[in-house]
């Protein structure tokens, strides 16, 4: 069983930044690749950022790019996600997952474990 834990949420100012962090339990973290989606409220579950196994690749939804950036720390077993020039429309809960299938270049989809998520609320 993979446990995945979100932190680092909060309340932050329309044009502020928050980082979150996301800590794996799995041994295998280093294998896999992995992702930050999000929720906002009444809506589905959309793709933010993913990262391949050792962080050299990276892949941002085209509403974040610019604005936030994905890395990994391996020996922690951490994902985060740097999140700058926040905007009220960032508003949701984020979820960090493991890629558990699926080719790396089809990073949207085939994430198996998925954390609780951490609220992320932009005020204008």
């Known amino acids: 069983q993979v446990q995945l834990v979100e932190s680092g949420g909060g309340l932050v100012q329309a044009g502020g930044s928050l980082r979150l962090s996301c800590v794996a339990s799995?041994?295998?973290?280093?294998?896999?690749?992995m992702g930050w989606f999000r929720q906002a409220p009444g809506e589905g579950r959309d793709f933010v950022a993913a990262?391949?196994?050792?962080?050299?690749?990276?892949y941002y939804a085209d509403s974040v790019k610019g604005r936030f950036t994905i890395s990994r720390d391996n020996s922690k077993k951490t994902v985060y996600l740097q999140m700058n020039s926040l905007k009220p429309e960032d508003t949701a809960i984020y979820f960090c997952?493991?890629?558990?299938?699926?080719?790396?270049?089809?990073?949207?989809?085939?994430?198996?474990?998925w954390g609780q998520g951490t609220q992320v609320t932009v005020s204008s």
């Open positions: 990262l391949n196994w050792n962080g050299i690749r990276t």
């Open positions: 799995a041994r295998t973290f280093n294998s896999y690749t």
């Open positions: 997952a493991r890629k558990g299938s699926g080719p790396e270049t089809d990073y949207r989809v085939g994430y198996d474990y």
